[in-house]
């Protein structure tokens, strides 16, 4: 898991050279890189969510392309459209943004849900149909959705069906230091750093690193911990809605990549601990009583957590 680690570590060091003082939202974005999954990234504006998404892309070398979501956008907009050439007497496919391998999708609660649900084959089948003729999208695929809290005025709430299709939800915060904030201001003195964001990675390095994680083992009881934590969800008495079993698979997936993170071959339980509130949290619906009490899905699964007894004994697979 060394070669992991290392290609990890020079894409998390990379990003940083941007994003100041959020190594740990930065890793859950590589985390989510290296599971082959899509990011909801959620929070105020000016906190960076879109740099974060465009510092990936020029990390890896990869093609990137930004979809500004409005109420006035439709789907056509962001899968593309068939096009009669009249010189061809033929229909020609115009591929629309979502045709790039980091795909940013900005203010995605901005946008109408019938506009939200185009990308829902895309996320999930990693292809989008148009006019009947299915079109592959490239590999790697990621969407990089950032979305305003539902408390701002002007927004439409994802569906939980599309929020499920995301594999962690990041929330970065305003910086946490005085001196990072002033950091900030001193690296955008003369000009932006990711002007001069260079790439460190290859899209084949990256292949090869989501090949060898799904190496990683997980022993039994760390694989019953995931689906107890899960099922718990379903049973909390403040839930209207628990975690599907894709939550399960989330946290499976992304406990690996965080091991091979961090050198390791082997999943513990403090990984799924880690992982629990960006995995499960957003795939949790509290029920009207619960809302009434201020009762968050973040509440409800770090409670499930707290009370879920941590498996021991050897689980490096040395048994």
Same mark, same amino acid.
């Given at each position: 898991?060394?070669?992991?680690?290392?290609?990890?570590?020079?894409?998390?060091?990379?990003? *940083?050279?941007?994003?100041?003082?959020?190594?740990d939202a930065v890793e859950l974005a590589v985390v989510g890189l290296l599971c082959q999954g899509h990011l909801?990234?959620?929070?105020? +504006?000016?906190? !960076?969510?879109?740099?974060?998404?465009?510092?990936?892309?020029?990390?890896? !070398?990869?093609?990137?392309?930004?979809?500004?979501? %409005?109420?006035?956008?439709? +789907?056509?907009?962001?899968?593309?459209?068939?096009?009669?050439?009249?010189?061809?007497? *033929?229909?020609?496919?115009?591929?629309?943004?979502?045709?790039?391998?980091?795909?940013?999708?900005?203010?995605?609660?901005?946008?109408?849900?019938?506009?939200?649900?185009?990308?829902?084959?895309?996320?999930?089948?990693?292809?989008? =149909?148009?006019? /009947?003729v299915t079109h592959p999208l490239p590999r790697p695929f990621m969407v990089l959705a950032t979305q305003n809290?539902?408390?701002?005025?002007? %927004?439409?709430?994802?569906?939980?069906?599309?929020?499920?299709?995301?594999?962690?939800?990041?929330?970065? !915060?305003?910086?946490?230091?005085?001196?990072?904030?002033?950091?900030?201001?001193?690296?955008?003195?003369?000009?932006?750093?990711?002007?001069?964001?260079?790439?460190?990675?290859?899209?084949?390095?990256?292949?090869?690193?989501?090949? =060898?994680?799904?190496?990683?083992?997980?022993?039994?009881?760390?694989?019953?911990?995931?689906?107890?934590?899960?099922?718990?969800?379903?049973?909390?008495?403040?839930?209207?809605?628990?975690?599907?079993?894709?939550?399960?698979? %989330?946290?499976?997936?992304?406990?690996?990549a965080r091991a091979a993170l961090l050198g390791r071959d082997y999943v513990l339980p403090d990984d799924v601990?880690?992982?629990?509130?960006?995995?499960?949290?957003?795939?949790?619906?509290? /029920? +009207?009583?619960?809302?009434?009490?201020?009762? %968050?899905? *973040?509440?409800?699964?770090?409670?499930?957590?707290?009370?879920?007894?941590? +498996?021991? /004994?050897?689980?490096? !697979?040395?048994?």
């Open positions: 898991m060394s070669q992991v680690q290392a290609f990890a570590e020079r894409v998390i060091t990379n990003i *940083e050279r941007v994003i100041v003082g959020k190594r909801l990234i959620e929070d105020v +504006p000016g906190v !960076g969510k879109t740099v974060l998404a465009r510092s990936l892309a020029r990390s890896l !070398g990869c093609s990137f392309s930004r979809i500004q979501f %409005t109420p006035d956008m439709l +789907p056509s907009d962001v899968t593309g459209v068939s096009i009669f050439n009249q010189v061809s007497r *033929e229909f020609e496919f115009r591929p629309g943004p979502v045709m790039a391998q980091v795909v940013l999708s900005d203010e995605i609660n901005r946008a109408t849900p019938k506009t939200q649900a185009a990308l829902l084959e895309a996320m999930e089948e990693r292809q989008i =149909t148009v006019d /009947g809290p539902i408390e701002y005025e002007g %927004t439409f709430p994802l569906p939980e069906a599309q929020l499920d299709r995301f594999l962690l939800r990041v929330r970065l !915060g305003y910086p946490s230091l005085l001196d990072d904030e002033i950091h900030i201001l001193e690296r955008q003195q003369f000009r932006h750093p990711l002007e001069h964001l260079e790439q460190v990675a290859t899209v084949e390095e990256l292949s090869q690193a989501q090949e =060898t994680v799904k190496a990683v083992y997980v022993a039994r009881p760390v694989k019953r911990y995931m689906v107890e934590l899960t099922r718990q969800t379903r049973e909390h008495p403040e839930a209207y809605l628990g975690a599907s079993p894709r939550g399960s698979l %989330t946290l499976y997936r992304a406990g690996q601990k880690r992982l629990a509130l960006p995995a499960l949290a957003h795939r949790v619906i509290p /029920g +009207p009583a619960a809302r009434l009490r201020d009762i %968050t899905a *973040e509440r409800i699964v770090q409670e499930v957590v707290e009370k879920m007894p941590v +498996p021991g /004994g050897d689980l490096t !697979g040395g048994e």
